[in-house]
Every structure is written in C-alpha cells, then in structure tokens.
C-alpha cells in the first residue's frame, strides 16, 4: 500500500512562505500523476497544483499561478510545493495525492488513488 506523509505545513503572516514536502514509500514514482490538493471546511476540495512524474507542464488552479511551485525530486520519491505571497485565503489543509497512470491527463478533475493524511496550512492578516 502506498503511503504519502506531507511535511512542512504550519502558520505564516500573509506575504510569507512555506514548503510542502510530500515523501511516498512502498511505491517508485515513475507513471505516476501527483498533486498537491487543498480542502477548508464547508467547501470542495481544490486542485492546487499537479504534474506527471518526470514531467514538467504542471497544471495550477488560477488562485495560486505565479505564487506556488511544484517540483519533485523522483531519486527521493519526494514532492515539493513551494508557496509563496501566501494569503489568508490559502489557509487550508494541504494534501498531497498520487495516481497510477498509463494515459490521461493529471489535472483536475482527475480522480487520484492515493492521498496522504494532509497537512494545515494557516495564513493570517
């Protein structure tokens, strides 16, 4: 079974940064879709960021263009979100998500298998 464990959350003042990291084990990360996805409480969850394993046209959600990078590092079957400018509109719980994959897009609405316990993201005013 696959399992995906995200570090890095914490609370930040607006303007700040913070790095998610999402380290998978008991699976190698090649044909692999993985993303990074955010949920507050009432609301849907979004697809923040996502990208192919090896691959390098990833998918944003307009909210985040310009300010959030992922990136992976496949020799450490590790994923990365770099989230900068952060706004209290981005406090949520961040969770990363990967998905076996033959063919298909990674973006959303992509249904993704596996999901890590997630991670709380709190950006204050």
């Known amino acids: 079974q696959v399992q995906l464990v995200e570090s890095g959350g914490g609370s930040v003042q607006a303007g700040g940064s913070l790095r998610l990291s999402c380290v998978a084990s008991?699976?190698?990360?090649?044909?692999?879709?993985m993303g990074w996805f955010r949920q507050t409480p009432g609301k849907e969850r979004e697809g923040v960021a996502t990208?192919?394993?090896?691959?390098?046209?990833?998918y944003y959600a307009d909210s985040v263009k310009g300010r959030f990078t992922i990136s992976q590092d496949t020799g450490k079957n590790t994923l990365f979100l770099q989230m900068n400018s952060l706004k209290p509109e981005d406090t949520a719980m961040y969770y990363c998500?990967?998905?076996?994959?033959?063919?298909?897009?990674?973006?959303?609405?992509?249904?993704?298998?596996?999901w890590g316990q997630g991670i709380q993201v709190t950006v204050s005013s």
């Open positions: 990208i192919f394993a090896g691959g390098t046209d990833p």
């Open positions: 008991r699976v190698q990360l090649i044909r692999y879709c």
């Open positions: 998500a990967v998905d076996p994959t033959w063919s298909g897009s990674c973006d959303p609405p992509r249904e993704y298998e596996f």
